[in-house]
């Protein structure tokens, strides 16, 4: 079993739309956990983390994470067609090496 | 601050050859990881160094190794290459004791074995 399983899609919304993402783990360990956006033949780019359980909001994006069902959520509102990347979810214990998803490719529609 | 860097940005080698890839990490970082990225396995921890050691390993082959200087830059070599290497090769730098040492990741080398 992975370490951390996420569906890999593709996923395919409508501008405008709520979309969310999801990841499972399955290490009790994991204390900070991280969402990245990948866009086509670039490198990821840090989106948003928190600590331990919890919601965190930055503008369109919210993160959620519930360490008792051990399963972390990024939310889109209001999708743009600018935000159809590949989303990568990504934890650590503290001080040790990062665990990904296989990312979730993301197609908003115009 | 400048970001990540990494040379070259793509590679052609055939089946047996040796490469090296280079990864500068941003100003102050001392951290640098290294994964590999396939479309059917995401990405894949290499491995870790921090203040030129060897601080944590992923489950690769010896034929991967990995340098830091004393100037935090990094090298990656691969040797005696094989068709399945061909992917994206990203290195991240980290501030280790920030929150999360969270990652930053540069624009990966992508590597094609013929």
């Known amino acids: 079993q992975k370490e951390v399983e996420q569906d890999p899609g593709p996923l395919s919304v409508p501008e405008g739309a709520i979309v969310s993402l999801n990841c499972t783990y399955s290490?009790?360990?994991?204390?900070?956990f991280m969402w990245y956006r990948q866009y086509s033949r670039k490198g990821p780019e840090l989106l948003m983390y928190t600590y331990s359980s919890g919601n965190k909001e930055d503008g369109r994006f919210t993160a959620q994470v519930d360490k008792s069902s051990k399963y972390i959520s990024l939310f889109i509102r209001d999708s743009q067609p600018s935000d159809s990347a590949t989303y990568l979810c990504a934890m650590t214990p503290p001080g040790n090496q990062f665990y990904f998803g296989t990312g979730t490719s993301l197609t908003v529609i115009p | 601050k400048a970001g990540v860097t990494q040379t070259p940005r793509y590679l052609i080698k055939t089946r047996g050859q040796q490469v090296t890839l280079s990864c500068s990490p941003i100003s102050g970082h001392r951290s640098v990881s290294w994964y590999q990225q396939t479309p059917g396995q995401g990405l894949q921890f290499l491995f870790e160094y921090f203040s030129e050691t060897q601080r944590n390993k992923g489950n690769f082959p010896g034929r991967f190794s990995g340098r830091q200087f004393s100037n935090s830059r990094s090298e990656m070599n691969v040797s005696t290459l094989e068709l399945g290497d061909s992917a994206l090769y990203l290195c991240?730098?980290?501030?280790?004791?920030?929150?999360?040492?969270?990652?930053?990741f540069g624009p990966g080398t992508r590597l094609t074995v013929l």
């Open positions: 290490n009790s360990a994991f204390q900070y």
């Open positions: 991240a730098s980290s501030l280790p004791g920030s929150v999360g040492d969270t990652q930053y």
